[in-house]
Protein backbone atom coordinates (compact mmCIF):
# COMPACT_ATOMS: atom_id res chain seq x y z
CA UNK A 1 0.00 0.00 0.00
CA UNK A 2 1.10 3.59 -0.33
CA UNK A 3 -0.13 6.44 1.33
CA UNK A 4 0.02 10.09 -0.45
CA UNK A 5 -0.48 13.35 0.34
CA UNK A 6 -0.69 15.66 -2.14
CA UNK A 7 -0.84 19.38 -3.27
CA UNK A 8 -4.19 20.78 -2.97
CA UNK A 9 -6.61 20.03 -6.10
CA UNK A 10 -3.87 17.34 -7.79
CA UNK A 11 -5.44 14.31 -6.13
CA UNK A 12 -7.79 13.45 -9.15
CA UNK A 13 -4.87 13.81 -11.90
CA UNK A 14 -2.54 11.46 -9.42
CA UNK A 15 -5.13 9.03 -9.28
CA UNK A 16 -5.19 9.34 -13.24
CA UNK A 17 -2.09 8.79 -13.45
CA UNK A 18 -1.20 5.88 -10.92
CA UNK A 19 -4.05 3.70 -12.67
CA UNK A 20 -1.94 3.61 -15.88
CA UNK A 21 0.58 2.11 -13.91
CA UNK A 22 0.33 -1.95 -14.46
CA UNK A 23 1.10 -2.72 -11.02
CA UNK A 24 -1.70 -0.44 -9.33
CA UNK A 25 -4.76 -2.66 -8.81
CA UNK A 26 -7.01 0.07 -6.97
CA UNK A 27 -6.57 3.84 -5.98
CA UNK A 28 -8.42 6.11 -3.93
CA UNK A 29 -8.99 9.33 -1.96
CA UNK A 30 -8.94 9.86 1.52
CA UNK A 31 -10.01 12.28 4.47
CA UNK A 32 -6.64 12.59 7.55
CA UNK A 33 -3.61 13.00 7.37
CA UNK A 34 -3.24 11.50 3.50
CA UNK A 35 -4.77 12.28 0.56
CA UNK A 36 -4.53 9.16 -1.93
CA UNK A 37 -3.98 5.62 -0.93
CA UNK A 38 -3.46 2.80 -3.12
CA UNK A 39 -2.59 -0.69 -3.62
CA UNK A 40 0.61 -1.95 -5.56
CA UNK A 41 1.20 -5.72 -6.54
CA UNK A 42 4.87 -6.64 -7.19
CA UNK A 43 6.84 -9.76 -8.00
CA UNK A 44 9.02 -9.35 -4.99
CA UNK A 45 9.63 -6.44 -2.50
CA UNK A 46 13.16 -5.87 -4.44
CA UNK A 47 11.33 -4.23 -7.08
CA UNK A 48 9.55 -1.48 -4.94
CA UNK A 49 12.72 0.92 -5.00
CA UNK A 50 12.56 1.34 -8.58
CA UNK A 51 8.61 1.32 -8.63
CA UNK A 52 8.54 3.99 -6.45
CA UNK A 53 11.76 5.96 -7.88
CA UNK A 54 10.85 5.80 -11.29
CA UNK A 55 7.30 5.38 -11.37
CA UNK A 56 5.92 7.35 -8.51
CA UNK A 57 8.28 9.94 -7.55
CA UNK A 58 8.11 11.35 -11.33
CA UNK A 59 4.31 12.01 -10.91
CA UNK A 60 3.32 15.52 -10.64
CA UNK A 61 1.59 16.97 -7.19
CA UNK A 62 3.02 14.05 -4.62
CA UNK A 63 4.40 16.01 -1.54
CA UNK A 64 5.08 13.06 -0.05
CA UNK A 65 4.68 8.92 0.40
CA UNK A 66 4.67 6.41 2.75
CA UNK A 67 5.10 2.92 1.70
CA UNK A 68 3.41 -0.18 3.76
CA UNK A 69 4.80 -3.81 2.97
CA UNK A 70 1.59 -5.87 3.83
CA UNK A 71 2.10 -9.06 5.66
CA UNK A 72 -0.61 -11.71 4.13
CA UNK A 73 -1.64 -14.66 6.28
Do not use: Y
Not at 13 to 18: C, G, Q, R, S
Not at 47 to 72: E, H
Amino acid sequence: MVLLRAHPGAEKKIIEEVMTLDQVTEADIVFGEWDVIFSVILEDVSQLNDFMLNCIRPIGGIQQTSTLIVAKK
